[in-house]
């Protein structure tokens, strides 16, 4: 079904949820080829899933079917799809019209909304990626190790603690973020292989809104800006987190 074979861009889909000619204006008619997936839910329903633009990510149309009579219905639609018809009839609410044998009446249909795109592993994007709202993955930790394959790490100290992040991985170009969004007491973080030269790679963590940037080079860390929260004058900075040698 996809959307670059022309037989089926060209042939249609038709329903009709009225029960009357006054409210024919709801039927609709879908390109075969934008079915994306029809499955059984529950004894006597099938549902077909179109994908539409329009209505967030893809459009769900309920047909109520006999009793376990799911296979057969999907059969019948199929059936369809691979005959030479131009227009294929799933369901007609005003005339009792199906291509399914087990047809009952058209049910709810949906919208779907725009959902979410989980990834375990690694994307490699070639060309350009424009994303509109870029949500990066964080922790809140109070004292301990900070995961290194999370990008945001924010510290909540209720006293004295002392934090630790390992050496990455040998990829490059990992992005890690530390803030400090709660100051109970000084947080000082030691580095592992750390990149620095002879800079040191202890940072002490003390007032709200300092932050440290790191990025990886290899198996090692490398230092790109400090920050502070502090309100200062032009080209004036302090409160940045403390860098000693260990």
Avoid at 2 to 12: D, I, Y
Avoid at 15 to 39: C, D
Avoid at 147 to 163: D, I, W
Avoid at 213 to 234: C, D, P
């Amino acid at each position: 079904m996809s959307s670059e074979n022309t037989a089926l861009s060209n042939r249609f889909f038709y329903y009709n949820p009225a029960t009357s000619s006054e409210t024919l204006g709801v039927a609709r008619t879908w390109p075969m080829h934008k079915l994306h997936a029809m499955y059984v839910y529950g004894a006597a329903a099938l549902r077909l899933v179109f994908d539409d633009s329009g209505f967030g990510d893809h459009m769900v149309v309920n047909f109520v079917i006999n009793n376990n009579k799911g296979k057969e219905a999907i059969k019948d639609i199929v059936d369809a799809i691979n005959s030479n018809q131009q227009t294929v009839v799933l369901g007609d609410n005003h005339t009792g019209e199906s291509v399914m044998n087990d047809f009952e009446s058209v049910g709810t249909t949906g919208g779907g909304s725009a959902g979410t795109f989980a990834l375990n592993g690694s994307l490699t994007v070639a060309g350009s990626s424009t994303h509109e709202d870029l949500l990066v993955g964080s922790e809140t930790v109070a004292s301990g190790a900070l995961r290194t394959a999370r990008g945001v790490s924010f510290l909540a100290t209720t006293g004295t603690a002392s934090f630790s992040l390992a050496a990455p991985d040998s990829s490059s170009g990992r992005i890690k973020y530390i803030v400090m969004t709660t100051a109970g007491g000084t947080g000082t973080l030691t580095i592992a292989e750390a990149g620095f030269g002879g800079v040191g790679h202890v940072f002490a963590f003390a007032n709200v809104g300092e932050s440290l940037t790191l990025i990886s080079m290899g198996s090692k860390w490398h230092v790109l800006s400090r920050g502070s929260g502090a309100v200062q004058a032009h080209n004036a900075v302090s409160g940045l987190p403390a860098q000693t040698n260990p």
